[in-house]
C-alpha cells in the first residue's frame, strides 16, 4: 500500500523554519520535495529537515544532493529519526 507524502513547513523563529515529511519519499514525490526545500531555504535564513516520519526513501538525497548542500548551506540541520 502506498503511503503518500505529507510536507508541512513550520515556523520556529524568526528567520527559521522546519519541514517535516512524513509518508514515502521516492521519484514521484521528490520533485513536491524538492521545490518544498527551495522555496523554505529561499524565504528562511535557517532550515531544520525533519524526516523522522518518512516510511519510505529511495535515493533522494544522493539523486539530489544540491537540495541538502542548499539547506546546509543556509544554516540549516537534517533530522531522520
Same mark, same amino acid.
Given at each position: 500500500?502506498?503511503?503518500?507524502?505529507?510536507?508541512?513547513?513550520? @515556523?520556529?523563529?524568526?528567520?527559521?523554519?522546519?519541514?517535516?515529511?512524513?509518508?514515502?519519499?521516492?521519484?514521484?514525490?521528490?520533485?513536491?520535495? =524538492?521545490?518544498? @526545500?527551495?522555496?523554505?531555504?529561499?524565504?528562511?535564513? =535557517?532550515?531544520?529537515?525533519?524526516?523522522? =516520519? @518518512?516510511?519510505?526513501?529511495?535515493?533522494?538525497?544522493?539523486?539530489?544532493?544540491?537540495?541538502?548542500?542548499?539547506?546546509?548551506?543556509?544554516?540549516?540541520?537534517?533530522?531522520?529519526?
Amino acid at each position: 500500500m502506498y503511503d503518500t507524502l505529507h510536507i508541512a513547513v513550520h @515556523l520556529t523563529g524568526p528567520g527559521s523554519c522546519r519541514v517535516t515529511m512524513a509518508g514515502e519519499l521516492d521519484v514521484v514525490s521528490a520533485p513536491d520535495v =524538492r521545490d518544498a @526545500l527551495r522555496a523554505a531555504v529561499s524565504a528562511h535564513d =535557517r532550515v531544520e529537515v525533519d524526516c523522522g =516520519r @518518512l516510511t519510505f526513501c529511495d535515493c533522494f538525497l544522493r539523486d539530489h544532493p544540491s537540495q541538502y548542500q542548499a539547506v546546509r548551506s543556509a544554516g540549516g540541520t537534517s533530522k531522520a529519526g
